[in-house]
Each structure stands twice: as structure tokens, then as C-alpha cells.
């Protein structure tokens, strides 16, 4: 099998691996106990959120969450004052907005042109006093667009608000800029475990708790923590920083190898120019995604979010950049990283072009 859905998730590092095989045997010990084993599980669980912190912003704590679903929720639902974020948002973002405007916060959501950029002018419009948070992608999970998140955090703040940034597919891969006051993370999208999320919130910034019955994170989250994720969150926070220049030249080769090899009959979805290369997100007119997905048991890659997967409906992210719906689900997402080999892209895309031509022929 080859892997190609890095989106979704990416496979778990030996060193991730290694690190929390201990927290499963010998150092089990609950983290907020007061004995030796707890005062052991307690200081791995500090080890982890140094090294996962090390990645955000200076100025600011860090508090693991179950998610980065969760911690998405937590920051939206416990700012103030109305919302406004970006139409090509992940759900999790675009739910929680709509669901914090049935308690009577007002919420904007900003379209986006063909490249699935936001227009910074529509923004400043919608980002006025009185709104308490704007919240947006630093590259989106499905077309791999990279958003002006600097430009728009300056924004926020000049109307007196929160910016909230979804780092989860662009953390340990692009900087976040240092002007964010909130960043939501995951593991699992860096080689580490699924089951585990941050938080990462700026000195100064208070927001409600999302789950309450204990405050064992300093910023307001409850519940007893896994040292044994945290471990591994923190060794794959830590190999993101240590091999980021050898991951970005690999990036950037399987991307050239697959956009030459793929041809011009694919067309690129979203900005080409600002996009994060692991992104490889396109369309083929006349191509049943779902059908070619099916066809290609060998290969696995997907047509958009694993989350939306079932839906049945055409990506909004797609929709939202202007795509017929013919196009969306004519459109692939292919995913690569660290242990996609430039191998396995030319295999795929050979696979791929021949699934495709195979469609087309019977179609005619």
C-alpha cells in the first residue's frame, strides 16, 4: 500500500513510538498523583509541553486537550463578543462558530477568491469593534493554501480582539507568526500518536473552560492527562524542529516529481504559488474521484477531509473557491511527507493516470 493521505493523519515516527512504549508498562503512574510514579508521569508530561511549546509563539502556555477539535472548541466557545473566520475553514472552526451564533454572538464568515485566499479589504470590512475573535487556517487541510495569518491577526488587534489560529496542518512546517494570541494543534498530523491535542495560549489572554471538574491544565482544562501521548507529542514536536530543512527538500521534490508526472490534464485546486508542497490537491474533468479511489486498492489517498468523508456532500472548501460540483468530485487530494518515498509518487501517479484514462475511455 501506498500512503498518500498525510492530511488525515501521518504514520507515527520509530522515536514517537519509542518514547511512549515506557508509559505504557513500567511508568503508568496518573501524572496528578502525589507519589514517586505520579511526581515521574507529572515531569515526562512537563518534558512534552517544552518541546511541543518550543514550535509556537514566545509569550505564552501551552495546555494539552484530547484535540485539536477540542481545542478548537475551547478557544471559540470561551472568547467573547462576535466571530469572524474564513469560508474554507475545517469544521470543527465553522460548527463551533455557528453553534456560539445560536447563543447570539454574531458571526461573519469571509468567502474566498479562486485561490482560496482571503481578500485582506473584506476583512478589515468584517473585522470591526465588537467582534471578539477572528479565527483562521495557517494552511488549509484540504487544498493546502497558506492564509495571511500575520496580516490578519493585525487586524483582530486593531479592533480589540483574539486571533485564533489552526496551526494543525502548517505546525513544525511553517512558522506561526508571532502576532497569533491562540493556536490549536495535533499530534497525529507530525508523526505522533492520535488522541492528543494543544492549546497554545498567549500570556495575558483568558478564555472559559470547555470541560469543567478538576482545572489539572493550568489554563482551564480538565481531565487526567496520558503521559504516554504526551511523551510522544513532545518527541514528534521535537524531530519536526530537528529535521525541518531535510523535510522541506524532500517536500519539494516529491511535489516537483508529482505535478510534471501528473501532466496538465490535472489542474491544481487553489493558489499555486502560496501552498504548502505536502498539499497536492487537483481535479480532472470528467474523472469520478469516489470511483477512482475505489479502484486503486493499492493506493490510499482521498477526495477531501477525512472528517466529511461520509457526507456524500461536494467539499465546501472546493464549492467555496468556486468549483462546479462536477469538478469537486472530479477533484483528489494527495498527501505526502517524511516516508513517502519519490518512489512510491511515481508509481501513484502512473496508477492514478492509468485509473483515470481507464474512466474516461468508457465514458466516451
Known sequence: ???????????????????????????????????????EAAAAVEVAREQVAALCPKGGSLAFTGSATEALNWA???????????????????????????????????????????DLDAARAAITPGVGLVAAMLVNNEIGVIQPVKELADLAHAAGALFLCDAVQGYGRLPIPDNVDLVAIAAH??????????????????????????????????GTLAPMLCAGFGAAAELMHERAEEDAAHLD????????????????NGSFAHRYHGNLNLHCDGVDAARLISDLRGLAFSAGSACASGSGRPSHVLKAIGLSDAEARSSIRLGFGRYTSEEDIEKAAGMILEAAERQLMWAV
Open 253 to 268: 521534490r516529491l511535489w516537483q516529481i508529482a505535478t510534471q508526472r501528473l501532466g496538465p490534464e490535472w489542474t491544481i
Open 189 to 222: 498530523k507530525i508523526h505522533g500518536p492520535k488522541g492528543i491535542g494543544a492549546l497554545w495560549v498567549r500570556d495575558g489572554v483568558t478564555i472559559e473552560p470547555l470541560l469543567h471538574g478538576g482545572g489539572q491544565e493550568a489554563a482551564g482544562r480538565s
Open 76 to 118: 471559540i466557545k470561551g472568547s467573547k463578543g462576535g466571530i469572524v473566520t474564513i469560508a474554507t475553514e475545517h469544521a470543527a472552526v465553522l460548527d463551533s462558530a455557528r453553534a456560539a451564533g445560536r447563543t447570539g454572538r454574531d458571526v461573519r464568515i469571509l468567502p474566498v477568491g479562486s485561490d482560496g485566499l482571503v
Open 1 to 39: 500500500m501506498i500512503y498518500l493521505d498525510y492530511q488525515a493523519t501521518t504514520p507515527v515516527a520509530p522515536e514517537v513510538r519509542a518514547a511512549m512504549l515506557p508509559y505504557l508498562d513500567e511508568r503508568f503512574g496518573n501524572p496528578h498523583s502525589p507519589h514517586r510514579m505520579g511526581r
